[in-house]
């Protein structure tokens, strides 16, 4: 099967613009979460969405948000762009088979440069 | 919520000696504690994990032990070789896939 796949792999936008990030999950897979990975801040979990809902959030502010699709890509998207927002935004998805927390597969990331 | 502390920040063996890398979780909830291994310009990858039913699981060179009275998790790495140098992180999870991951350990193997 193909991995998980992320695009663009590279962003530069300026404050005050807004991005679209977009991830592809492995096929099958249901659930798609997304990280910010930071030198400061370590990897932190913005949200995860399964069956085109969001079902956990993590604690970013409202300029972050994401949506899942029929066919479970997701996107993801900053409004407002603050320098502090430069990190390399990674997606996971994982199959829910189960109830509880299943293994997560990252993409390679997309590395958002604010200037 | 739950938070997680790994130590330590930097590793530094000769090839062939182990690793350890210890791990504290605050949420007794959690009940799955993945291991991932990052190399620079790389995506973090599955290492191995374990679920809070099992006390050790290895896998070749590889194991992680776990203690839920102590809250605390290790990743043991033996014989270690040049390509283990990397990022290792690792993480929490207590229902749903929200993980919540440890700062990162910097393993460096010199020959």
């Known amino acids: 099967k193909a991995g998980v796949t992320q695009t663009p792999r590279y962003l530069i936008k300026t404050r005050g613009q807004q991005v679209t990030l977009s991830c592809s999950p492995i096929s099958g897979h249901r659930s798609v979460s997304w990280y910010q990975q930071t030198p400061g801040q370590g990897l932190q979990f913005l949200f995860e969405?399964?069956?085109?809902?969001?079902?956990n959030k993590g604690n970013f502010p409202g300029r972050f948000s994401g949506r899942q699709f029929s066919n479970s890509r997701s996107e993801m998207n900053v409004s407002t762009l603050e320098l502090g927002d430069s990190a390399l935004y990674l997606c996971?998805?994982?199959?829910?088979?189960?109830?509880?927390?299943?293994?997560?597969?990252f993409g390679p990331g997309t590395r958002l440069t604010v200037l | 919520g739950e938070n997680v502390e790994q130590h330590p920040s930097t590793l530094s063996v000769q090839e062939g000696d182990s690793a350890v890398i210890k791990c504290t979780y605050s949420d007794s909830a959690s009940n799955y504690f993945p291991w991932y291994k990052q190399e620079l310009g790389k995506r973090p990858q599955l290492i191995i994990d374990i679920r809070s039913n099992v006390g050790e699981k290895k896998d070749q060179r590889i194991a992680v032990t776990l203690n839920k009275t102590a809250k605390h998790f290790s990743l043991h790495i033996t014989e270690t070789q040049p390509e283990d140098s990397a990022v290792y992180f690792c993480?929490?999870?207590?229902?749903?896939?929200?993980?919540?991951f440890g700062t990162g350990t910097q393993l460096k193997v010199e020959l």
């Open positions: 969405y399964f069956s085109e809902t969001q079902r």
């Open positions: 996971a998805s994982s199959s829910q088979t189960s109830g509880g927390t299943d293994t997560q597969y």
């Open positions: 993480a929490a999870a207590g229902g749903g896939n929200k993980l919540t």
